[in-house]
C-alpha cells in the first residue's frame, strides 16, 4: 500500500506585510463604497472607477511603488 506525503507549508516571511496591504486594499474599497453615493451627488458624472481611484490616491496605499509587482 502507497503511503500519502505530507507536506509542510512554511509561510513566507513576507506575508505579513501582504496581509497588510490586502486589508489596506479592502478597507479603502469599502470606504469607497460607503462614500460613492453622497459624492455621486454632489458630482452626478463621476463613475465609481474614479471615485475609487480618488480613495486609493488619498491613502497609504498610492505611496508605494506597485508596477515591480504587476511586472
Known sequence: MKQKM???V????SA???NKQVQEEIQNFLRALDSY???VAKEPR???QQHL???F???DYAGRDHR???Q
Not at 512554511?10 to 516571511?13: D, L
Open 6 to 8: 505530507q507536506y509542510a
Open 10 to 13: 512554511q509561510p513566507r516571511r
Open 16 to 18: 505579513p506585510p501582504r
Open 37 to 39: 453615493p453622497a459624492r
Open 46 to 48: 463621476v463613475s465609481f
Open 53 to 55: 481611484c480618488s480613495i
Open 57 to 59: 490616491a488619498g491613502s
Open 68 to 70: 515591480a509587482r504587476r
